[in-house]
């Protein structure tokens, strides 16, 4: 018998009880609606997290002494980089790169009044490219300019948790790269506002010839900073720009322990598609086994009118096979549009909440993202596991011999 009439079997024995096959239907659409939902906001997450962390504090690449350690944010000069605006320059003429800038990290206490804080200090070149983004999120004051001694720029979380205005004075307290410390006032020039409350609530901005002072580094610097046109060139611009006594890093390297962390939260995420698919797959076998027991004896009539086995397996087979690709289908459509929605509105977290992930800079509102070849590898294996399931019903009913079929009803 040809393909095309099993395939017309397969659609009429489906419509004998179309309410069953609804449900049926209905069920593989959620299930593959609810992975790729699931799915496309892990991958928001994750993408979000990590261009917050490039485009913040990482770059795509960085160049810094061999022996300099980020955890303790040293102000030694044998840790820093020495004359980084030439380092810089050469970083810039590569054609991979947007934009390169020195800065200067060290730990310093913020003191008003009434409270003190502890936070990390950047001392930055404002005219660099580099921080347009930061320049962009500023929502009261002015920007820092390269010349300015005295001002400095805090995140909005910091001004609204302690109180602090545009133009208010504040003390700024180091430990200086002499072991001393050191205390000076300075003018809240600007705030801003990145849309990430850890990087606005321990994050202070100053000129980096002012923080070089500061913290007498004098023309010393933590690292270069390189933005890149694109991600995927980082590994072959962290070749270009090694040197002896330097160390290269890449967007990956820097962000290790948070791509690290991603990786062990996804095995949640493997274990919750698996269990989806599984439900999903039951209902199916389901479905055709109460299909074949109320069949019993059509199969045996087919049977005795000589269709084999295997072609009533067959039968069986591109019933889930129709369940399946009309679940997938409806299940993209359902999915996607929850994708578009996240996509565009997203799930607000909030300033508490995100401040509270500490190190890793999670926005107020976390978006999902579309991935359209996750999304169809979701589809193929919903698919292959839903035929996997079918295997025992559709085997189930080709085994039938026609006189007990016959003899059993």
């Not at 962390?53 to 020495?82: C, F, M, N």
């Not at 090694?242 to 690290?260: A, K």
Request: charged share 15%; aromatic share 8%; hydrophobic share 50%.
């Amino acid at each position: 018998m040809a393909l095309s009439k099993l395939w017309l079997i397969a659609y009429r024995d489906l419509g004998r009880n179309r309410r069953r096959s609804f449900f049926s239907l209905m069920a593989v659409a959620l299930g593959l609606g609810l992975l790729i939902l699931l799915n496309g906001y892990q991958t928001g997450v994750i993408e979000e997290t990590l261009q917050n962390a490039i485009r913040l504090q990482t770059g795509h690449v960085q160049i810094r002494a061999a022996s300099y350690q980020e955890e303790k944010l040293p102000l030694k000069w044998e840790d820093l980089l020495d004359e980084p605006e030439s380092l810089a320059a050469q970083a810039a003429a590569l054609p991979e790169v947007k934009s390169a800038a020195p800065v200067l990290w060290a730990t310093a206490i913020l003191n008003t009044r009434e409270d003190s804080v502890g936070l990390r200090l950047y001392g930055i070149q404002p005219e660099a490219g580099l921080y347009d983004p930061l320049r962009e999120s500023l929502v009261a004051g002015s920007y820092l300019a390269a010349d300015d001694r005295g001002g400095i720029l805090i995140g909005q979380k910091l001004a609204r948790d302690l109180n602090i205005a545009v133009g208010q004075d504040v003390s700024l307290a180091v430990v200086n790269a002499d072991g001393q410390p050191d205390e000076v006032i300075f003018t809240v020039r600007g705030i801003f506002a990145t849309g990430v409350p850890a990087y606005d609530e321990n994050s202070v901005l100053m000129p980096l010839a002012r923080a070089q002072a500061l913290t007498r580094t004098d023309n010393h610097a933590s690292a270069i900073v390189i933005m890149l046109h694109r991600q995927s060139d980082a590994p072959r611009v962290a070749a270009q720009l090694q040197q002896p006594g330097l160390t290269t890093l890449t967007w990956r390297e820097l962000n290790q322990v948070f791509l690290q962390l991603m990786e062990t939260g996804l095995g949640f995420y493997y274990i919750l598609d698996a269990i989806v698919m599984l439900v999903v797959a039951v209902v199916i076998a389901n479905t055709l086994l109460m299909a074949a027991f109320e069949r019993i004896r059509e199969m045996g009539i087919l049977a005795a009118l000589g269709m084999k086995s295997r072609q009533i397996m067959l039968i069986f087979l591109l019933e889930a096979a129709i369940l399946g690709i009309g679940g997938i289908v409806v299940g993209a459509v359902l999915g996607s549009a929850g994708v578009a929605y996240l996509a565009t509105v997203g799930i607000p977290l909030g300033d508490e909440i995100a401040a509270a992930a500490g190190g890793i800079p999670i926005g107020t509102t976390i978006h999902g993202r579309f991935a359209p070849g996750l999304f169809a590898w979701l589809s193929l294996w919903t698919l292959a596991i839903i035929l996997l399931a079918s295997l025992y019903p559709a085997w189930f009913a080709a085994r039938q011999e026609p006189a007990e079929a016959l003899r059993a009803l």
